[in-house]
């Protein structure tokens, strides 16, 4: 934490501005680990409402998400939908300056939506 006060405090001396820092949280994320009967039905219902091959598997994603304090008081599942498009040119990794989105997919998010929902 110490190199991050750094940046900031040198960062806002050369606009001549300072810095004051509110007490840290200290929240520690859990990992995301997605309700299995919850995943199952939603995955069972977007693929009702879109067609299973909409339908895929990813990699396992290590970063932290605040998603997982949701999931300790309810049951739920966090998804990806499949923004990449090498055509469009989307695809880069998230939190960089290339991610773009190809937003001809958002639709996914609705159908995974409305199937929890009908769940």
């Known amino acids: 934490?110490?190199?991050?006060?750094?940046?900031?405090q040198n960062t806002a001396a050369c606009h001549k501005c300072t810095v004051e820092f509110a007490e840290?949280?200290?929240?520690?994320?859990?990992?995301?680990?997605?309700?299995?009967?919850?995943?199952?039905?939603?995955?069972?219902?977007?693929?009702?409402?879109?067609g299973t091959d909409v339908l895929g598997e990813c990699d396992r994603?290590?970063?932290?998400?605040?998603y997982s304090m949701?999931?300790?008081?309810?049951?739920?599942?966090l998804g990806f939908l499949g923004?990449?498009?090498?055509?469009?040119?989307?695809?880069?990794?998230h939190h960089n300056g290339k991610f773009d989105i190809d937003e001809t997919s958002l639709y996914l998010g609705v159908c995974a939506e409305v199937g929890f929902v009908l769940n």
């Open 83 to 93: 923004i990449r498009n090498e055509d469009y040119g989307s695809g880069a990794a």
């Open 24 to 50: 840290r949280n200290k929240i520690s994320l859990l990992p995301v680990v997605n309700d299995a009967g919850v995943a199952g039905r939603v995955e069972e219902m977007t693929g009702k409402i879109c």
């Open 1 to 8: 934490m110490a190199i991050i006060n750094t940046v900031a």
């Open 61 to 66: 994603w290590y970063a932290s998400e605040c």
């Open 70 to 77: 949701y999931l300790e008081k309810y049951p739920g599942a």
